[in-house]
């Protein structure tokens, strides 16, 4: 008889977090350099909606881990936002919230929402309070109450009866 032994991967979701949020910094500079003329499509997936609304809300004039982008700015582009499986925190484009001015920068985002999501279900025990994800419970009755006139760009559909349990 031999063990069986599976190699495991840890996977630091908060470190993962930290990066796609990093990462925005980059994604916001690549957006400075495409024409303005030229309208952009930004999809995100789990960690990339992190990276999206990093960018966006570096764009919107706002500090992400203590830093700005003090050249990529919005300036009226037209940006259409996807988040799917979106590991971002419901609240977390609520004015003053972590990204904040990303909603001011995109001209519309769509949230691609999964009640039944496996590895958003486990979002809140990254850590203690840590809320549920946008990708599971989508923008609330509260946090679009919170968003004010920014709420009309946000749209929700709900994948669940699609996508069952899987996150891919």
């Not at 063990?3 to 949020?21: E, Y």
């Not at 995100?44 to 966006?56: F, I, K, Y």
């Not at 990529?72 to 988040?83: D, K, P, Q, W, Y």
Request: with cysteine.
């Amino acid at each position: 008889w031999r063990p069986i032994l599976v190699p495991t991967v840890k996977l630091d979701t908060n470190l993962l977090g930290r990066r796609a949020a990093r990462n925005g910094w980059y994604l916001a500079e690549l957006i400075r350099h495409i024409p303005r003329a030229c309208p952009v499509c930004l999809i995100g997936h789990s960690h990339g909606a992190r990276v999206v609304a990093s960018a966006l809300h570096l764009m919107g004039g706002g500090v992400v881990q203590g830093v700005s982008h003090p050249h990529a700015r919005a300036n009226g582009r037209l940006i259409r936002t996807v988040f799917a499986a979106s590991a971002v925190r419901h609240d977390w484009l609520n004015p003053g919230e972590r990204y904040g001015r990303a909603l001011c920068t995109a001209s519309a985002v769509i949230n691609l929402r999964n009640r039944h999501d496996a590895a958003l279900l486990l979002y809140p025990l990254r850590h203690l309070f840590s809320g549920h994800s946008l990708g599971t419970t989508g923008f609330t009755q509260r946090d679009r109450s919170e968003m004010r006139g920014w709420s009309s760009k946000a749209r929700e559909y709900d994948v669940t009866p699609l996508v069952g349990h899987r996150h891919m």
